[in-house]
């Protein structure tokens, strides 16, 4: 953080605002007495006449200085460094020339001194004055410093204060009449508007770090008891010092006595007294902080408290309404652990089952399995992370009644997120599945009811057509083949319709063998030879010797009897032919046309009930929309695939992979419903 | 010229497949029902019997299981007719003695070239 602002040069805080403000003061203090001088305007220099003058380095030193402060408070680091470099250098310069009692020629550079009240070497900087200067312009250059660290504010804010206490100290002194306080030896004397200049250069270091360190923790900086016990201390120094230069306060000017008088005690109480209320006044800064920190964390972690436990009774509102929604759920609701032991029992469940909670809990699932392996592969598909959904099986009762449920098996996961245990929802399906099979048989019957008449129909034409019934006119030939055809497309109307229906109760059985794929093919070629020459069409075929595959003769029959019905129905010139070869993936058998094709849409939607092209060669041939559908469904019943491959106008390609049986697979696992 | 029995439930159809077969040159008998059926094929020895498979009383199956258990009646040859989606069972009948199976609806040719191939297969029972 910055002391102020980062964004745009400007106070930001009241520290940093007063900071500017003490700055522009000081530099414009320091500006009115440099104008004194040059001006001779004494009372600029001087304040009150007898007072000791501000020597014109100092003033130089106040427009320096003050300009430092007015930088640190935009926040501009280099010229504050800058600044507070040059006034440091300035103080310093003049110390080493007290100290070491030389004359640099620096006191008298710029102007001639003309004012000589209490002052021991003419044009030069008091050395309180010189020493103040060093340490603001040392105090400026630390909070300059590029990282705010405390280390680096505590030394400006300590700085800083021991200018304030050395301002303080000569200004007491002029109040009180003690030149000690504002002379030191018998050097030049601080002016009492110097001693307000420094005032306000302290005052401002002081607040300037404080925002600064406040700005890093929200709080005040840690070293605040240090920095009034070492203000205080400074203070007391001086005073001391002064007391001790000059014992009994009487209203005099000029130098002062020389002769300390060792006998008073006031110098001693005053040290004394001045040292212990800076003991005092830190310790008890210190307590009142650590008291007000302590507060603080009380507070946060009383807050934390009240958050936990308001956060504890949502959680069980929520428990609580969870718990009821379980209670009253017409699903059976359990948790089994991954031993497959029973841990909870809704009232649902007791309904679906009959078992009441005793009789069941830490008891083993398969107790409800009605066959063996029901469940297998379900916890290994958990254990991956994957939900079971919706998976139907038969469950047994405690009266051993065979139920149908459908399952929504979910793994439970610990806020680890491993597994600890299997959550099941049981819905009794038995009254759906009833209505499936009583569906199922409705469109057996009538399907088988539709037939009866059907196969009259059919047969009387065809005996009407045969001549049996005497000699027919050309015309009559003609509206009874239509009828003939009619009927026949009545009758494989009804044969899909019953295939679907099955198909989507999920009746469709098929009974596998190890079959022959040639013998099949042969008689769907030989089937369908006489219908393509009869079309004009050659139809090629390519058999090869092929593995045997796990299959339903009949319903292999079907598949490619439709497809090869379809090749036929819909290529009006040129070939329609079948292929078949042993590839990695199975058994593959390709039925190719050179016929009127599909879009891109229709072979998207090819596969979907009562869907037919939209070309009229379609329209033209008596078709149900339902083959295709029967097709995949006894394809996929076989764990095959069919995909189709076309371009309109060109020709469609129809391909079946079958796997291959090997004597090892012993049959196709009956599908879960 | 040989005699065929029609075991059918179905009067139309009964009549269509008589009508065709006499045509053909046969002589038909017609039963309603099963028992009907093992009947008239006791009384008359037909050459042959047209076998519906759905009929009230005794099923088509049922009637061949008892056929193919009477000595005398045995060797008389037995076509199966079925409604389509229940061939399987006719297969099982197959193994039980049938000679052939027709799925309804039929065409009548098919069934007058079944019949002709029945006749040619087994030489005729009353031909003793």
């Known amino acids: ?673 | 010229m040989a005699k065929i029995l029609v075991a059918e439930d179905e009067k139309q159809i009964a009549e269509m497949i008589s009508f065709k077969l006499t045509n053909a040159g046969h002589q038909v008998i017609r039963a309603p029902d099963g028992e009907q059926a093992i009947a008239l094929a006791a009384r008359e020895r037909p050459d042959l019997i047209l076998l519906d498979v759905m009929m009230p009383g005794l099923n088509g199956l049922e009637v061949l299981r008892r056929l193919k258990n009477d000595r005398d009646l045995r060797s008389v040859p037995v076509i199966m007719v079925t409604a389509k989606g229940h061939e399987r069972d006719v297969l099982n009948g197959l193994r039980g003695g049938a000679a052939d199976y027709v799925v309804k609806p039929f065409s009548l040719k098919e069934l007058s070239a079944r019949v002709e191939l029945a006749l040619r297969r087994e030489p005729p029972a009353t031909a003793s």
Not at chain 1, 388 to 410: A, C, F, M, P
């Open chain 1, 1 to 673: 953080m910055t002391l102020v602002l980062s964004r745009s040069p400007g106070p930001q805080s009241a520290a940093a605002l007063v900071a500017a403000a003490s700055g522009a003061s000081v530099a414009a203090l320091g500006g009115l007495v440099v104008a004194g001088w040059l001006t001779l305007a004494v009372v600029l220099i001087q304040v009150l006449p007898g007072f000791p003058p501000m020597q014109y380095n100092t003033a130089l030193g106040f427009m320096i200085s003050g300009a430092a402060l007015l930088a640190a408070a935009l926040d501009l680091r280099r010229p504050t460094g800058m600044l507070g470099g040059l006034a440091a250098v300035i103080g310093l310069a003049t110390v080493c020339q007290y100290v070491f009692q030389m004359d640099l020629g620096i006191d008298d550079l710029l102007v001639e001194t003309y004012i000589l009240t209490g002052v021991s070497n003419p044009g030069r900087m008091a050395p309180n004055s010189a020493l103040a200067q060093s340490l603001i312009g040392a105090a400026l250059l630390s909070l300059s410093w590029r990282s705010h660290s405390a280390r680096w504010l505590l030394a400006s804010a300590l700085l800083g204060a021991i200018v304030i206490a050395i301002g303080t100290a000569a200004l007491v002194g002029y109040a009180t009449g003690i030149p000690g306080a504002y002379g030191w030896g018998p050097f030049n004397q601080m002016a009492v508007h110097t001693a307000l200049g420094f005032l306000l250069l302290g005052g401002g270091v002081v607040g300037l770090a404080w925002n600064a360190a406040q700005a890093a923790s929200s709080e005040a900086p840690p070293w605040l008891p240090t920095l009034a016990g070492v203000a205080v201390v400074a203070v007391t120094m001086c005073m001391w010092y002064a007391l001790a230069q000059d014992p009994l306060p009487e209203p005099r000017r000029g130098v002062a006595s020389r002769s300390p008088n060792p006998e008073s005690a006031l110098p001693t109480v005053t040290l004394a007294a001045g040292l212990l209320s800076a003991l005092l006044l830190g310790w008890s800064l210190r307590l009142a902080q650590t008291s007000r920190r302590h507060a603080r964390s009380l507070a946060a972690s009383n807050q934390a408290l009240t958050e936990e436990s308001h956060a504890r009774e949502q959680a069980e509102e929520t428990v609580k309404q969870l718990a009821a929604i379980v209670e009253s759920s017409d699903d059976a609701i359990l948790a089994i652990t991954l031993d497959g032991l029973i841990r909870t029992w809704n009232p649902g469940a007791a309904r679906l089952y009959g078992y009441r909670p005793e009789d069941v809990i830490g008891k083993h699932i398969s107790l409800l399995h009605a066959r063996k392996h029901a469940e297998a592969g379900i916890i290994e598909k958990l254990a991956k992370g994957e939900r079971v959904s919706q998976t139907e099986t038969v469950n047994l009762t405690k009266d051993g009644r065979e139920i149908d449920v459908s399952l929504t098996i979910s793994p439970m996961l610990d806020l680890k997120g491993q597994m600890v245990g299997i959550s099941t929802i049981a819905r009794d399906i038995t009254d759906r599945k009833l209505l499936d099979r009583m569906k199922d048989e409705f469109v057996g019957t009538v399907s088988h009811e539709l037939r009866t008449p059907l196969t009259a129909i059919k047969g009387f034409i065809e005996l009407v057509l045969d001549g049996d019934a005497g000699p027919l006119v050309d015309t009559q030939r003609e509206f009874l083949e239509v009828a003939a055809r009619n009927s026949d497309r009545l009758g494989s109307l009804i044969n899909d319709i019953l295939d679907v229906s099955r198909i989507e109760a999920q009746r469709l059985e098929i009974r596998t063998e190890p079959t022959d794929l040639t013998v099949v093919l042969e008689e769907v070629v030989s089937t369908f030879r006489v219908m393509a020459h009869t079309k004009g069409l050659s139809l090629r075929h390519e058999i090869a010797s092929l593995p045997k595959v796990l299959g339903d003769g009949p319903r292999l029959v079907q598949v490619f009897s439709n497809l090869m019905s379809n090749a036929i129905k819909y290529t009006p010139k040129g070939e329609v032919g079948i292929r078949a070869t042993e590839t990695q993936a199975g058994v593959e058998v390709v039925i190719h046309d050179s016929g009127i094709g599909l879009t891109q849409e229709e072979q998207g939607r090819l596969f979907t009930k009562f869907f037919r092209g939209a070309n009229p060669v379609v329209a033209e041939s008596g078709g149900t929309g339902l083959g295709l559908v029967i097709a995949k469904a006894i394809v996929e019943k076989h764990r095959g695939t069919i995909d189709v491959e076309s371009r309109p106008g060109e020709g469609t390609r129809f391909r079946v992979i079958l796997p291959v049986y090997s004597p090892s697979s012993t049959e196709i696992p009956a599908q879960v419903a």
